[in-house]
């Protein structure tokens, strides 16, 4: 794997061994020493031209952990704030020899046009309202972990309802893509004027009404109201918005027993979220946050030569 653009990118197959892989690597969690030497000598460069706390931070800890060396560069700070271009800044950035950058950016598309200026791998960590792949991966890990602890299962067969602000959100095209590599059935649901256009070619079911759907869901994602990508009246008010589509009090009544409750973060909340849902016994968000680190460590891994040096099905050799 030279870069990782998008979900749907990946195959079943090469989804499956980077989620068993980061299964592996989430034992550096509970060690005392949490560190490996699997990339040590390789450079791993953070390109944040968008705001993150989870993102860019489980970035930072994957490459630490795997003895990579992480450097971070955000807008504010460096040379774009002073007018240089995107294409001059990885440029210059390439041409210190790096391994790997790690690129958010508020244009969609923008990391598949850097991989034409810069030999370095190239990781798309949010690109615009596009795609977030490594969002995708650990939302799957942390299913795929709850449903074999519930029943043995996997995601085969099973319904995801996406909720929220799908025209905003990378994360649930991200999701579409490769939930349904893996065998699932998703169902996006949010009124008209947040669905994206052309929702009818996606392969997904649409609902407008959240009440219906949530009592036969295997799962549930809430998405952030991305107020900052806003421009308009995409609903009356806040409080319109929460008792039509937040996952409410009564509507966490609803659910069957043990579905789990995702949501990829920041939340707003009492908006798109009540806080007897985000801290429910069946909310997995804090699981998301640990999940982030050890699939972004999989991700690293296959991408900086880990695959060369060592195959994967000899992973655990690192953690031993």
């Not at 999701?175 to 997904?204: D, H, Q, S």
């Not at 319109?240 to 509507?251: A, F, K, N």
Request: charged share 20%; glycine share 8%; aromatic share 4%.
């Amino acid at each position: 794997m030279r870069h990782l653009l998008s979900a749907g990118d990946l195959s079943a197959d090469e989804i499956t061994g980077i989620l068993d892989l980061a299964e592996e690597m989430s034992a550096v969690q509970d060690r005392p020493v949490k560190k490996l030497p699997a990339l040590r000598g390789r450079t791993v460069v953070n390109l944040f031209f968008e705001d993150s706390t989870r993102t860019r931070s489980s970035f930072e800890i994957a490459g630490k952990w795997l003895s990579a060396d992480v450097i971070n560069i955000s807008a504010k700070g460096s040379a774009v704030s002073k007018g240089e271009s995107l294409r001059d800044t990885v440029m210059t950035v390439g041409a210190m020899g790096v391994d790997a950058m790690v690129i958010r950016h508020m244009a969609s598309g923008a990391p598949w046009q850097v991989t034409g200026w810069v030999d370095a791998s190239i990781l798309n960590a949010g690109d615009g309202t596009h795609e977030h792949p490594t969002q995708a991966l650990l939302d799957a890990f942390t299913l795929r972990r709850h449903f074999r602890r519930l029943d043995g299962g996997d995601l085969t067969g099973r319904t995801v309802a996406i909720v929220g602000d799908v025209t905003h959100s990378r994360v649930a095209r991200s999701n579409v893509l490769l939930l349904r590599t893996l065998g699932a059935k998703v169902v996006l649901v949010a009124p008209p004027t947040l669905m994206p256009a052309g929702i009818e070619t996606w392969p997904v079911a649409v609902s407008h009404d959240l009440d219906a759907v949530l009592p036969a869901v295997d799962a549930v994602m809430m998405l952030r109201v991305q107020r900052e990508r806003m421009s308009g009246g995409y609903f009356p008010t806040p409080r319109e918005y929460t008792i039509s589509y937040g996952l409410t009090r009564p509507r966490l009544e609803s659910l069957r027993p043990d579905t789990p409750i995702c949501h990829p973060g920041p939340m707003n909340r009492g908006l798109e979220i009540s806080a007897e849902a985000a801290d429910a016994a069946s909310s997995l968000v804090l699981d998301q946050v640990a999940a982030g680190v050890s699939v972004r460590m999989a991700v690293l891994y296959e991408l900086l030569g880990g695959a060369e040096e060592m195959p994967v099905t000899r992973a655990h050799e690192v953690l031993a």
